[in-house]
């Protein structure tokens, strides 16, 4: 993630993350004298900072997707009625995992969907 500065529909400074550069503008669109320029240590801190928050928002996201890609299939086991299982005390075992799993599941993603 970069940062841009805008005043008057201008661009006015920009905190390049991936080039580690920062350029200024002045009013006319020109490039101010002595930028481009690479981050002074404040500046890498805060990028540093920016892409951290990236990456643990893209984990975060990836989390999220692959704990609800899970739910359809614990549903379907869940589903499955008690007649289908025919007395297998293993697969109703499995149903109760399955539906332990699933709240499991929920609360993760309410408290991951919570720190977006």
Do not use: C, H
Not at 32 to 58: I, K, L, Y
Request: no cysteine; aromatic share 6%; net charge neutral.
């Amino acid at each position: 993630m970069s940062v841009y500065v805008y005043a008057d529909n201008v661009l006015r400074e920009f905190w390049d993350d991936a080039a580690r550069t920062y350029t200024a503008w002045d009013a006319a669109g020109v490039v101010v004298a002595g930028t481009p320029r690479p981050f002074t240590a404040a500046e890498n801190v805060a990028g540093d900072s920016r892409v951290a928050q990236v990456s643990a928002t893209s984990n975060q996201k990836s989390i999220l997707q692959l704990l609800n890609d899970t739910l359809p299939t614990l549903d379907t086991i869940t589903n499955t009625t008690n007649a289908n299982m025919s007395g297998n005390t293993a697969a109703a075992a499995i149903k109760d995992e399955a539906r332990a799993l699933r709240r499991i599941i929920r609360i993760l993603t309410n408290n991951l969907s919570a720190t977006n």
